[in-house]
């Protein structure tokens, strides 16, 4: 009888262990809904700012893939590795930058990520930003330095993107913005 019990409560525990596998943890459920006091609340009640999600990436990677701005001030405020990469090599700042998230840069920037850090293919966050036609968080990122003349592995720079797609008005913002920085 004694072993029967323990082999229910066994059996009971691996069942509500693969139940709980199957959700979202709560820090992941706060980032979804895109809220800095939910992640702050999901923190605060024990969830890991840096534990993986079921697709093996970190809450800040996936806020800053799916453009949750508010979820990534949060979990940056927080703690969040910022150094963290995806599968691909792709770090933080190059998602921000992809996805026009321009203040999220900058926090990052100011907490210690190089603006010219390279990802998959040697593409950094200017080249992303420049080729998902985000101009605004380009022209910030030429502004907090970034290099509009650093190549990725094929060759091609920022400024290589902006010639080729003929806007003018893009390549003389980006060159004031380089010009007003080295004043």
Same mark, same amino acid.
Request: charged fraction near 25%.
């Given at each position: 009888?004694? %072993?029967? %019990?323990?082999?229910?409560?066994?059996?009971?525990?691996?069942?509500?262990?693969?139940?709980?596998?199957? $959700?979202?943890?709560?820090?992941?459920?706060?980032?979804?809904?895109?809220?800095?006091?939910?992640?702050?609340?999901?923190? =605060?009640?024990? $969830?890991?700012?840096?534990?993986?999600?079921?697709? $093996?990436?970190?809450?800040?990677?996936?806020? #800053?893939?799916?453009?949750?701005?508010?979820?990534?001030? *949060?979990?940056?405020?927080?703690?969040?590795?910022?150094?963290?990469?995806?599968?691909?090599?792709? $770090?933080?700042? @190059? %998602?921000?930058? =992809?996805?026009?998230?321009?203040?999220?840069? &900058?926090?990052?920037? !100011? +907490?210690?990520?190089?603006?010219?850090?390279? &990802?998959?293919?040697?593409?950094?966050?200017?080249?992303?930003?420049?080729?998902?036609?985000? @101009?605004?968080?380009?022209?910030?990122? #030429?502004? +907090? *330095?970034?290099?509009? @003349?650093?190549?990725? !592995?094929? *060759?091609?720079?920022?400024? !290589?993107?902006?010639?080729?797609?003929?806007?003018? +008005?893009?390549?003389? !913002?980006?060159?004031?913005?380089?010009?007003?920085?080295?004043?």
């Amino acid at each position: 009888m004694f %072993h029967n %019990h323990w082999r229910r409560v066994a059996a009971l525990s691996v069942a509500a262990l693969a139940l709980n596998g199957c $959700g979202k943890q709560p820090v992941e459920e706060a980032v979804a809904k895109n809220d800095r006091a939910a992640v702050r609340t999901a923190l =605060a009640e024990g $969830g890991d700012v840096n534990a993986e999600t079921a697709d $093996g990436e970190t809450p800040l990677l996936l806020a #800053v893939k799916t453009a949750q701005s508010s979820s990534a001030q *949060g979990l940056i405020e927080n703690g969040a590795d910022i150094k963290v990469r995806d599968g691909d090599g792709n $770090g933080v700042l @190059q %998602h921000a930058a =992809a996805n026009g998230m321009t203040g999220i840069c &900058g926090l990052l920037i !100011d +907490r210690g990520v190089a603006v010219d850090e390279k &990802g998959k293919g040697g593409a950094t966050a200017l080249l992303l930003a420049v080729a998902n036609g985000r @101009q605004e968080t380009a022209k910030y990122l #030429v502004r +907090r *330095g970034a290099d509009l @003349q650093l190549k990725d !592995d094929a *060759g091609v720079s920022p400024m !290589d993107l902006v010639t080729r797609s003929g806007d003018q +008005r893009f390549q003389g !913002d980006l060159e004031l913005a380089a010009k007003l920085r080295e004043n």
